[in-house]
């Protein structure tokens, strides 16, 4: 695995950001020079890219940093269907070599970690849902000629978000080994059922355990009961269709497995405080690029 340091002491500047989807399967990564750093992050298809002598395959749910070169070219080493969002911004301090780290070697022990932290070069996202909102609200921010200093932050929040979630989402820190596969596993469950009315005692009889112990692991873990986190599974992915494509709030309702758009609609106001439509309505703007 691939490590980069990125400093935690500053803010990040924002350059440039939008959403890019092929035309069709055809479609090839056209060669262009890269003079600051990339996050580009995948929400369908697969992408083929090289970069500095390395091939990069990067699947829909994943993403992939790419840190600025003098010399490097990124171009398509394969013709694909993808379509994904992508981010450039620089740090005040870019004089380490990101893609000579790796994990457990001794170039990450020399690294500060007051002053920087290491994020995998590329990682499935453990919430995507949440980091392609940030990176839609990035666009209407940028549409809509907020300052830059709103800019940077921005960059810099989503770019600390992926991190909190590298670093917290998928392995469960300070648990035994079966704790934690069982919360990942009641995870997926979820997240692959996502489209109906899932129970707490369906996921129970699905693992063999009791419906009052699943709901303590995930407070004991997540500081948040079971029941709480399948709603906000649901609110997640409700806000990635909110933003991202232009599917009916009734269909959105329906797909998520919500009885009808009413009790959707409820439940979405009581978790965020706004109606569906309200929060379409916010991320309305989208710059959207086929070339």
């Known amino acids: 695995m691939k490590l980069m340091p990125l400093p935690t002491n500053q803010i990040y500047a924002y350059h440039l950001s939008g959403k890019f989807k092929a035309l069709s399967s055809e479609w090839k990564h056209e060669k262009f020079p890269l003079s600051d750093y990339e996050l580009i992050v995948m929400t369908e298809g697969e992408l083929y890219l090289r970069y500095n002598g390395n091939n990069y395959t990067v699947k829909k749910g994943e993403y992939l940093l790419l840190p600025p070169s003098d010399t490097g070219f990124r171009e398509g080493f394969k013709e694909a269907y993808c379509s994904f969002y992508w981010m450039h911004f620089n740090s005040k301090r870019d004089n380490i070599t990101p893609l000579e780290i790796n994990y457990n070697s001794k170039e990450s022990e020399k690294i500060d970690k007051e002053k920087n932290y290491l994020i995998p070069q590329s990682a499935a996202i453990p919430k995507l849902e949440r980091l392609v909102v940030m990176m839609k609200q990035l666009q209407d921010m940028a549409k809509n000629n907020y300052p830059i200093i709103s800019l940077n932050s921005m960059t810099t929040s989503i770019m600390l978000e992926l991190y909190g979630e590298i670093s917290v989402g998928s392995p469960v820190y300070n ?117």
């Not at 009315?197 to 063999?208: T, Y």
């Not at 494509?245 to 329906?254: V, Y």
């Not at 609609?265 to 309505?281: C, D, F, I, Q, V």
């Open 175 to 291: 648990d035994p080994a079966s704790k934690k596969q069982i919360y990942l596993d009641i995870i997926d469950y979820i997240q692959t059922n996502i489209s109906r009315n899932i129970k707490i005692s369906e996921i129970a009889d699905a693992f063999g355990y009791n419906p009052k112990y699943l709901s303590h692991l995930f407070v004991e873990i997540r500081d948040i009961p079971l029941k709480q986190f399948i709603l906000s599974q649901k609110i997640d992915a409700a806000n990635f269709m909110l933003a991202d494509n232009d599917k009916s709030i009734t269909q959105i309702a329906m797909d998520l497995g919500f009885s009808d758009v009413h009790n959707f609609a409820r439940m979405y106001k009581k978790s965020t405080g706004l109606t569906p439509s309200e929060y379409r309505n916010a991320f309305s703007k989208r710059l959207l690029f086929h070339v």
